[in-house]
């Protein structure tokens, strides 16, 4: 079964601080993709970045920036030079590309609150 | 860029109320669902259509029917509001971008059941 594991339940940082969400994944495919989501205090969720499984290769846009290793079975993101606006609840989330029940097939994290303190 | 629309946006209903929440997507996306988030909680998928004439339950159906009217519609219907259906709820569709399947939500519903 596929399951995400967003540990860190929330995490506070001064402003300019560079930070790391971690992300852990289980899954029996060997397709899959992975996600992050965005929800800021307005309360909309924002894609951020999909990751499939065939590509590990890392990814910055801008001041974020996404490490995706299979051997650790890890996708963590990291804020560079942090800034209040970052402020949000963080989703973590993984869907199978062959899973039976395809219209289920989005497992979400239970999400990171970040916090940037000015 | 409308992508994934919702409404109504704010809603406050009472105990044994019914309701629809409407959603309609302008991506061409097969796939669709609503989801619940509670405060402080994770996202709890609802019901689910995979395509057109399709729909399936979710984690947590049990209050809740849904209808997928057409490929860009799916509302969500409260028949019976209870105090425990208060909520935010997102409506959200999925289609293949660029090699891969990705999720899209909308802007959310705040749901409140006096």
């Known amino acids: 079964a596929q399951k995400v594991t967003q540990a860190q339940t929330e995490i506070s940082v001064v402003e300019k601080e560079d930070v790391t969400l971690d992300c852990v994944y289980e899954t029996r495919d060997t397709t899959y993709y992975l996600f992050w989501y965005k929800q800021p205090p307005s309360g909309e969720l924002v894609f951020l970045i999909r990751?499939?499984?065939?590509?590990?290769q890392n990814e910055i846009s801008g001041r974020y920036s996404w490490n995706f290793q299979k051997s650790t079975s890890s996708f963590n993101f990291t804020i560079t030079a942090s800034q209040v606006v970052d402020s949000a609840v963080y989703f973590c989330?993984?869907?199978?590309?062959?899973?039976?029940?395809?219209?289920?097939?989005?497992?979400f994290g239970p999400g990171t609150r970040l916090s940037v303190l000015p | 860029n409308a992508g994934v629309t919702q409404t109504p946006k704010f809603q406050v209903l009472k105990t044994g109320q019914s309701m629809t929440l409407q959603c309609a997507q302008d991506?061409?996306?097969?796939?669709m669902y609503w989801y619940r988030q509670d405060p402080g909680m994770g996202l709890r998928l609802i019901y689910y259509?995979?395509?057109?004439?399709?729909?399936d339950k979710g984690e947590v159906p049990n209050g809740y029917n849904v209808s997928r009217l057409n490929k860009r519609e799916f509302s969500l219907r409260l028949e019976s509001a209870a105090p425990s259906q208060t909520s935010v709820y997102f409506c959200?569709?999925?289609?293949?971008?660029?090699?891969?399947?990705?999720?899209?939500f909308g802007e959310g519903s705040w749901l409140t059941v006096v």
């Open positions: 989330a993984l869907s199978e590309a062959y899973s039976g029940n395809y219209g289920q097939n989005f497992v």
């Open positions: 259509s995979a395509s057109e004439g399709t729909t």
């Open positions: 990751r499939n499984s065939f590509d590990e």
């Open positions: 959200a569709s999925s289609g293949w971008v660029d090699m891969g399947n990705t999720i899209y």
């Open positions: 991506m061409n996306h097969n796939s």
